[in-house]
T-cell receptor, first 118, second 108 residues
Framework: QVQLVESGGGVVQPGKSLRLSCAAS????????MHWVRQAPGKGLEWVAVISYDGNSEHYADSVKGRFTISRDNSKSTLYLQMNSLRVEDTAVYYC???????????WGQGTLLTVFS | SYELTQPPSVSVSPGQTARITCSGDALPKKYASWYQQKSGQAPVLVIYEDSKRPSGIPNRISGSSSGTMATLTISGAQVEDEADFYC???????????FGGGTKLTVL
């Protein structure tokens, strides 16, 4: 079945870096744009970044532009989020989500928690 | 910056109809989709392209859009429908992707 599994979350200090991963299975990963969406504790959903199916195009939320980089390895069916210069306000559960044609975020992972704490 | 506005909460009794609205200036030109998030779980897509239902979503959940407002309707709401609901769309350029602030649906 279609599955997304995030990993890499943890506790880091402000200013540090971390990379999240999202392993995809059960579908042709290289055919789909992929997103990262985050949710701060007790708050709503915030779109973070998207990458095209072939990795040639990326877009970011203003809140992370210049600090976060989305990438993918289609040979490994894996999505990444490199997060640099982390801030306390980046603390959130980070979800990866698939985009199907005309159906944004049709499949979600279970999320991985990032805590930025001094 | 572009915003999608939802009411923070909606409350209905079991069997009643719940309506959750989402307003945004670009909605006349851009589709809305809706996501249900139950406590401690990842969101689930329940409506896309304003009114289409993915397979497996009960037909008591429906969507519509008119002008600058999209509406999610849950007919005959059940206790198990209690969740946070989020609308999603883009601005008119398509460059900015955004979720509404979320609406907590209480059925009691």
């Amino acid at each position: 079945q279609v599955q997304l599994v995030e990993s890499g979350g943890g506790v880091v200090q402000p200013g540090k870096s971390l990379r999240l991963s999202c392993a995809a299975s059960g579908f042709t990963f290289s055919s789909h744009a992929m997103h990262w969406v985050r949710q701060a504790p007790g708050k709503g959903l915030e779109w973070v970044a998207v990458i095209s199916y072939d990795g040639n195009s990326e877009h970011y939320a203003d809140s992370v532009k210049g600090r976060f980089t989305i990438s993918r390895d289609n040979s490994k069916s894996t999505l990444y989020l490199q997060m640099n210069s982390l801030r306390v306000e980046d603390t959130a559960v980070y979800y990866c989500a698939r985009e199907e044609v005309a159906r944004p975020f049709d499949t979600w992972g279970q999320g991985t928690l990032l805590t930025v704490f001094s | 910056s572009y915003e999608l506005t939802q009411p923070p909460s909606v409350s209905v009794s079991p069997g009643q109809t719940a309506r959750i609205t989402c307003s945004g200036d670009a909605l006349p030109k851009k589709y809305a989709s809706w996501y249900q998030q139950k406590s401690g779980q990842a969101p689930v897509l329940v409506i896309y392209e304003d009114s289409k239902r993915p397979s497996g979503i009960p037909n008591r959940i429906s969507g519509s859009s008119s002008g600058t407002m999209a509406t999610l309707t849950i007919s005959g709401a059940q206790v198990e429908d209690e969740a946070d609901f989020y609308c999603y769309s883009t601005d008119s350029s398509g460059d900015h992707r955004i979720f509404g602030g979320g609406t907590k649906l209480t059925v009691l």
